[in-house]
């Protein structure tokens, strides 16, 4: 049963940057499109980014485009969620998920998600 596990969550003042990893002891995710998804207190899930299994492929959403970079490196069986100019609304619980098929991990039904990492942006 592949297990993700998500790291690099914390606490920065709005403009600062945080970089997020996503990884799976123990199983490659060489054959898993990947993404984040953010969930605020009170307000449904959201998609952020994914990325396709050769990483030729990605997409995020428009709240995030210009801010957050996605990317995976197979060598370390990591992808990351590169956060930059992070704003109040930013603040969330962050989640990857992971499925052999793109269509189920951009439609948020994706077979395999971590317990989430904690991103607040405040001053």
């Known amino acids: 049963q592949l297990q993700l596990v998500e790291s690099g969550g914390g606490l920065v003042q709005p403009g600062g940057s945080l970089r997020l990893s996503c990884a799976a002891p123990?199983?490659?995710?060489?054959?898993?499109?990947i993404g984040w998804f953010r969930q605020a207190p009170g307000k449904e899930r959201e998609g952020v980014s994914c990325i396709s299994i050769g990483g030729g492929s990605t997409n995020y959403a428009d709240s995030v485009k210009g801010r957050f970079t996605i990317s995976r490196d197979n060598a370390k069986n990591t992808v990351y969620l590169q956060m930059n100019s992070l704003k109040p609304e930013d603040t969330a619980v962050y989640y990857c998920?992971?499925?052999?098929?793109?269509?189920?991990?951009?439609?948020?039904?994706?077979?395999?998600w971590g317990q989430g990492t904690q991103v607040t942006a405040s001053s």
């Open positions: 998920a992971a499925d052999a098929i793109w269509a189920q991990v951009f439609g948020g039904t994706g077979r395999y």
């Open positions: 123990g199983f490659t995710l060489d054959y898993y499109a």
